[in-house]
């Protein structure tokens, strides 16, 4: 089955950057396109920036355009997201999903069908 592990989560001050990676598995990584999305505690999750399948084509939240940027290695089977000028408001947990068929650039919840356990990020002011 596929499983989907991210890391590189953790404590930065206010204005650094954090670069995550979420690692997958269970099927053939190049053919799907990947997404990140993030959760604050008691709202609901919310769209970050997708991947389609070769990396070609990004699209991104437009609260997050310009600070994170979604990349992918297929030769590693690993997304990333590198995220620059963090914020006290970015503090939450991330996480990394891809849908089961093979749809172009998902940007919806219901797009997706597996996840990550996501990975906490903590911005202190």
């Known amino acids: 089955q596929v499983q989907l592990v991210e890391s590189g989560g953790g404590l930065v001050q206010a204005g650094g950057s954090l670069r995550l990676s979420c690692a997958a598995s269970?099927?053939?990584?190049?053919?799907?396109?990947m997404g990140w999305f993030r959760q604050a505690p008691g709202k609901e999750r919310e769209f970050v920036a997708a991947?389609?399948?070769?990396?070609?084509?990004?699209t991104y939240a437009n609260s997050l355009k310009g600070r994170f940027t979604i990349s992918r290695d297929n030769a590693k089977n690993t997304v990333y997201l590198q995220m620059n000028s963090l914020q006290p408001e970015d503090t939450v947990v991330y996480y990394c999903?891809?849908?089961?068929?093979?749809?172009?650039?998902?940007?919806?919840?219901?797009?997706?069908?597996?996840w990550g356990q996501g990975t906490q990020v903590t911005v202190s002011s």
């Open positions: 999903a891809t849908p089961q068929g093979r749809v172009g650039l998902p940007t919806k919840i219901d797009e997706y069908n597996y």
């Open positions: 269970g099927r053939t990584f190049s053919s799907y396109a």
């Open positions: 991947i389609n399948w070769s990396g070609g084509s990004t």
